[in-house]
């Protein structure tokens, strides 16, 4: 069997440390770097594949050495937009002829659950005249909205834009500031912070008389680990250098 060695990025926080366990549980695997805050990248060498889960304010810079030495990268790690991931393609496409170059792929939600409630959303977004996004997260979440909620606003805009869906109606014209949430890609997304919470996330489509709620709930960070080994094991055979979603990895 082959055995892929794995180096684990933000490996004390609450995901890292979830997923070193579960590399180190995984028969195919070997967790043979385990990097936090202030520890040398260089331990990640040994690596074929490095999982990143750390913050949305280092993990360019984290992502950047994994390119520039070779490695293929999973990242878990929220904040990417359309201007990060034309960075990511920049800095593949200076990689030296012939130097090993390393596949990267960008999940903004390892839970099964959460890529199939995306892809339900994508898909029912054409058929209803409104849809808004409320996710729900624990308050230790530093960044607002979640990475889950920019990406399934963005698959639904493209959606409603393929279909040419008009903009939802919404006769607003005096809230204070926030009250509609945030305008991602034309689609509102609202963010609620509540302790006992882990990750939830509600797409709410409405019109002709119905509405159409499609809810994820990840009740622990365990639940994230299948999604996160299954992208270990297939992102160095990726057709492409750099994929956001695990969606094709699941045949969607
Ligand atoms: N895609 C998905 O399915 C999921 C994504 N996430 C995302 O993963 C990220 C991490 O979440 P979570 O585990 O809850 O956060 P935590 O704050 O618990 O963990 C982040 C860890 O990274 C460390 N860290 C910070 N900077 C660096 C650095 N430069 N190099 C190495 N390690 C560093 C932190 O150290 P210190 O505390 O000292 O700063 C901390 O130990 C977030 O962006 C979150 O949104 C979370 C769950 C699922
Ligand atoms: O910070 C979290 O906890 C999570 N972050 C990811 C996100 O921003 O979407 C994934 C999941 O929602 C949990």
């Not at 790690?77 to 800095?91: C, I, M, N, Q, Y």
């Not at 990689?95 to 890529?115: M, Y």
């Not at 054409?126 to 909620?149: C, M, N, W, Y």
């Not at 005096?174 to 305008?183: F, K, P, Y």
Request: glycine share 12%.
């Amino acid at each position: 069997m082959n055995v892929i060695k794995v180096g684990v990025l933000g490996a004390r926080g609450r995901m890292g440390a979830e997923v070193c366990r579960a590399v180190e549980g995984a028969d195919d695997m070997e967790l043979v770097a385990a990097v936090d805050q202030g520890d040398a990248l260089d331990a990640l060498t040994a690596a074929q594949v490095v999982v990143d889960f750390t913050h949305p304010g280092v993990v360019m810079d984290n992502l950047r050495w994994c390119v520039e030495h070779g490695l293929h990268a999973v990242v878990g790690t929220s904040g990417f937009d359309p201007e990060r991931l034309a960075a990511v393609r920049g800095w593949q496409a200076d990689r030296p002829t012939g130097s090993p170059a390393g596949n990267v792929l960008i999940g903004p939600n390892f839970g099964i659950g959460a890529v199939l409630m995306m892809d339900f959303a994508r898909r029912a977004a054409p058929f209803f005249e409104s849809v808004e996004i409320v996710e729900l997260h624990h308050p230790q979440k530093a960044d607002a909205p979640s990475g889950t909620a920019y990406r399934t606003a963005e698959l639904v805009a493209a959606a409603r834009a393929d279909a040419g869906t008009p903009p939802p109606p919404d006769a607003t014209t005096s809230e204070i500031a926030g009250a509609r949430g945030a305008d991602v890609a034309g689609v509102r997304v609202h963010a609620v912070r509540l302790s006992g919470l882990i990750a939830h996330q509600e797409v709410l489509l409405g019109g002709h008389g119905e509405t159409f709620t499609i809810r994820h709930d990840s009740m622990n960070r365990e639940s994230f680990m299948p999604g996160v080994l299954l992208a270990v094991r297939r992102v160095g055979d990726l057709p492409d250098r750099l994929t956001v979603g695990i969606e094709s990895l699941l045949g969607l």
